[in-house]
Nanobody
Framework: VVQLAESGGGSVQAGGSLRIACTVSRYTKYMAWFRQAPGKEREGVTGIKDDGSIRYADSVKGRFTISKDNAVNILWLQMNSLKPEDTATYYC???????????????????WGQGTQVTVSS
């Protein structure tokens, strides 16, 4: 079992930046960020593999950056040039067997955090 806890969410104006973090109870091969807006399905934002391979959703490419510190088991998501449509609850996920091709597919992940709210106002 892997336990995850997100932190750092909040409210920001459009064009602003925010960094959220996910503390993980142990090292895992795959980690990712997902988000879910009210009335919408959960969607993949970005994921990272143990070798450093990264995938981004087209909607966040060039604006969001995923990074991790394996020494302290923390995953970050730096969000720049935020838009109102980025408003959502952001979740981190971890697993050992997702596969690079499925990094952004929610149903393939077993371990999830409780989520942190990000609100972007226009």
């Amino acid at each position: 079992v892997v336990q995850l806890a997100e932190s750092g969410g909040g409210s920001v104006q459009a064009g602003g930046s925010l960094r959220i973090a996910c503390t993980v109870s142990r090292y895992t091969k795959y980690m990712a960020w997902f988000r879910q807006a009210p009335g919408k399905e959960r969607e993949g934002v970005t994921g990272i593999k143990d070798d450093g391979s990264i995938r981004y959703a087209d909607s966040v490419k060039g604006r969001f950056t995923i990074s991790k510190d394996n020494a302290v088991n923390i995953l970050w998501l730096q969000m720049n040039s935020l838009k109102p449509e980025d408003t959502a609850t952001y979740y981190c996920a971890a697993d050992e067997r997702v596969g690079y091709a499925s990094l952004l597919v929610p149903r393939n992940w077993r371990f999830w955090g409780q989520g942190t709210q990000v609100t972007v106002s226009s």
